[in-house]
């Protein structure tokens, strides 16, 4: 298995940036692709972004496009989210997600193995 483990998080300021990290261990090997996903209290967790593990090709939700940016380190088995222009609605634990299969999905039920999540609250 693929064991992930997110650091980052804060508290921030509307406009302001953070940069979210994700740490994979044990079998990375298997990795095809890594996302993040976000759930704001009251509400379903949702896509936010994924990129291909070997590639590196991405995909954002309509919500963060332009404003985030995925990106990775194979060497380093390391997935990052830069988050600028932050808006209060962007408040949410932030989970990162990998999958062995061989998709570039949004959806999650298509990654299998999940870290445990970081906070993220921005203030207006």
């Known amino acids: 298995q693929v064991q992930l483990v997110e650091s980052g998080g804060g508290l921030v300021q509307a406009g302001g940036s953070l940069r979210l990290s994700c740490a994979a261990s044990?079998?990375?090997?298997?990795?095809?692709?890594a996302g993040w996903f976000r759930q704001a209290p009251g509400k379903e967790r949702e896509f936010v972004s994924r990129?291909?593990?070997?590639?590196?090709?991405?995909y954002y939700a309509d919500s963060v496009k332009g404003r985030f940016t995925i990106s990775r380190d194979n060497a380093e088995n390391m997935v990052y989210l830069q988050m600028n222009s932050l808006k209060p609605e962007d408040t949410a634990v932030y989970y990162c997600a990998a999958t062995a299969r061989r998709v570039l999905s949004r959806d999650q039920s298509d990654y299998d193995a999940w870290g445990q999540g970081t906070q993220v609250t921005v203030s207006s």
């Open positions: 044990g079998r990375t090997y298997t990795i095809y692709a």
């Open positions: 990129i291909s593990w070997s590639a590196g090709s991405t």
